[in-house]
């Protein structure tokens, strides 16, 4: 397979997140959704044990997914003001197709969960490059949603949770691009302890 590394690297080193509420339509394909979640779903993973899910939201599912939203928020915080009732159906009808990626670890084998959780994460990962690589722009929000009980019974099985939603859009203004660590910060030589 003839790869051209050169493609790969500046796709690689352009990479940039969208903000969710910022995406616009149209979100992929079922074709394109599709390879985007087989790649995701071809990352590493000690012990064999795809510990992740993937959980698309129809774009017909979304006056469901604000319903869940808002009974969430009543109940998590029942003197939560009307604007922030109204988020909830923003939120709800962020352009693009959502994935909702779910942490689903293997409790009590010899893979410690903490593995199987840096598993999703790289799952996640990998779904917003091939989101990039095949021109989309995603963005990866978790917030209280994330954390709320009702929304985790609603996308979760026992003893799995919210890693994220990944709303794969368009960018609807120029992207530009955050402050990144200095490698100095993030890197050092390892010194043997004496
Ligand atoms: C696990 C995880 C959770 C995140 N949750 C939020 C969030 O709740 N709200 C938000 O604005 N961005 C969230 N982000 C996105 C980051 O804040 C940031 O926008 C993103 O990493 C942009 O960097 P990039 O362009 O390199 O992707 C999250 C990212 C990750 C990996």
Known sequence: MLIDRSSILSLLETRRSGKPRELTGPGPSRDELDRMLNIAARSPDH??????????????????????????????EPDAPAAKHEKEHEFA??????????????????????????????????????AHALGYVPGWVTGWRAYS??????????????????????????????????????????????
């Open 47 to 76: 012990g064999r044990l795809s510990p992740w899910r993937f959980v698309t939201v129809g774009d017909d599912q979304r006056d469901a997914l604000e319903a869940l939203l808002r009974r969430a928020l009543a109940e998590d």
């Open 93 to 130: 009808h962020y352009a693009g197709q959502l994935v909702v990626l779910v942490s689903a670890p293997v409790e009590g084998h010899k893979i410690p969960v903490w593995e199987q959780q840096l598993s999703c994460g790289a799952a996640g990962m990998n779904l917003m490059l091939a």
């Open 149 to 194: 009980e009702r929304v985790r019974g609603a996308f979760c099985g026992p003893g799995e949770r919210i890693a994220g939603f990944i709303f794969i859009g368009h960018a609807g203004r120029e992207l530009e691009e955050r402050d990144r660590p200095a490698l100095s910060a993030v890197w050092r030589e390892w010194r043997p302890p004496d």
